[in-house]
């Protein structure tokens, strides 16, 4: 996948890397990070930071100045499901420091957010949809208004009383019987999901129980829950609904490692 995404978007022929840093040991856990510095043509230098635990994405900023801040500029994305992959690059705005007295010799980095990262706007999107390659114009309205749906869908999800720091298998084990009890198996189903003189309309093939919809959700996903949207979403961007659900953990993960060690250059 990551490979596939550097060949489309030329990135793998356009920089190198120059050195890279990670947090913990060499066979660190779940939670290590890594800090890539990079290089493009122009001699613009870049720093990309990974997270071992959220493999779909990257963080992009620019090189340190002198007195150590960075911008953190773009979230790059790519990720795939039994549909095919979405691809994009999402604006980035805060600030961090980040430490690096001499690129050729310094064994250590250090990190801080000084600045809350906020979300702008998709700027380039891909979608490979089965055999459907989507891309321009027509990408950047479909997975920004996929952006937009993901974002209310989290924002409710956030209100409700559900466990968070979940890997990707226990969230979706855990919120999708709640928010399709109609695709669940019945020993998964929400209990009372279906009363007697409920309501249902069918959309994508399911027989979708409207009234549970309105008991449930806010009124602004209605639509989309009772048009099946919600559940393409789900099924083709699920990490992307888990990272955006996942987001103030993994801002707090970047903040607690604040030391790396350099394995190469």
């Keep these: 996948m990551e490979d596939a995404g550097k060949i489309i978007d030329g990135s793998a022929f356009m920089e190198k890397t120059l050195a890279i840093f990670i947090s913990g040991s060499v066979n660190g856990g779940e939670n290590q990070i ?32 002198d007195n150590g801040q960075f911008q953190f500029t773009s979230l ?20 961090g420091r980040m430490y690096l007295d001499d690129l050729n010799s310094q064994q250590l980095a250090a990190l801080e957010i000084t600045e809350e990262i906020e979300f702008a706007s998709i700027t380039n999107a ?28 989290v924002e409710w999800m956030l209100t409700l009383d559900h466990p968070f720091d979940q890997n990707i298998k226990e969230f979706e084990k855990n919120w999708k019987p709640f928010l ?3 695709t669940a198996l019945s020993w998964d189903r929400p209990g009372g999901w279906r009363l007697q003189g409920d309501t249902y309309i069918t959309a994508e093939d399911i027989r979708w129980n409207t009234a549970y919809t309105e ?17 393409r979403d789900w099924e083709e961007a699920l990490s992307w609904i888990y990272m955006i659900y996942e987001w103030d953990n993994i801002i707090k993960l970047l903040s607690d490692h604040n030391i790396f060690l350099k394995v190469r250059s």
Excluded: C
């Design 215 to 231: 008991r449930v959700f806010p009124q602004e996903l209605y639509d989309v829950r009772n048009s099946g949207t919600l559940l």
């Design 76 to 95: 790059e994305y790519l990720a795939g499901s039994t549909h095919g992959w979405n691809e994009y690059s999402l604006q980035l705005l805060g600030t």
């Design 34 to 65: 890594e800090i890539k510095i990079t290089e493009n043509k122009s001699k613009e230098k870049f720093v990309i930071l990974s997270l071992k635990k959220y493999p779909m994405m990257k963080l992009r900023g620019s090189y340190p100045e």
């Design 126 to 153: 891909r979608i490979h949809r089965y055999d459907t390659r989507i891309t321009g114009d027509d990408a950047l309205r479909s997975l920004r208004g996929r952006h937009d749906r993901i974002i209310s869908l």
């Design 180 to 182: 399709f009890p109609e």
